[in-house]
């Protein structure tokens, strides 16, 4: 299994993280216990944010239902749980939309750990996952409210290009090559 990890140091203003933050990014079954409750976790931010409340754990049930993951396994995909500190706050995956396109999907850092490098170490975890399964590009589409999955994209190289999918709420669409 490979391991990613990624020893940042960077100001940090919230007090709860110290200043060199660590983080460790393995893949890991989209099944298990720390990927369950971290794409729960996803959900309910990005489904609250988008109607503007708190959801509810049946709402949380119905979009894992309406959205699954399960083809985020090799060899279609991959998956990604990012600890720091040894706790799990962070995680996304990755499909193959074609031999050579890889898309990125529920990618999420808990807002206790946002600015510590989470996101950063992330990417670097699934753009390798992705060139591990053959891909040449890396795809991703995001809503216009999800400002910072926006700006983390933008910093890490990813441009905006024109709709390859027509998903509900898909308003933005980023590719980054990895070759």
Known sequence: MNTYS?????HVDDHHHPATASWTVTPEPVTSRD?????RAYYAEVAGRYWKRQVTQAEIDQGLLDFPDDDLVPPTGAFV???RGGEPLACGGLRLLDPVTAELTKVYVDRRARGTGGGAALLEALEAQGRALGAERVRLDTRTDLVEARALYARHGYREIPAYSSG???QHWFEKRLA
Do not use: I, W
């Open 81 to 83: 749980v990012g600890r």
């Open 35 to 39: 990927a369950t409750l971290l794409r």
């Open 168 to 170: 509900p709420y898909a």
């Open 6 to 10: 990624n020893q940042l140091s960077e």
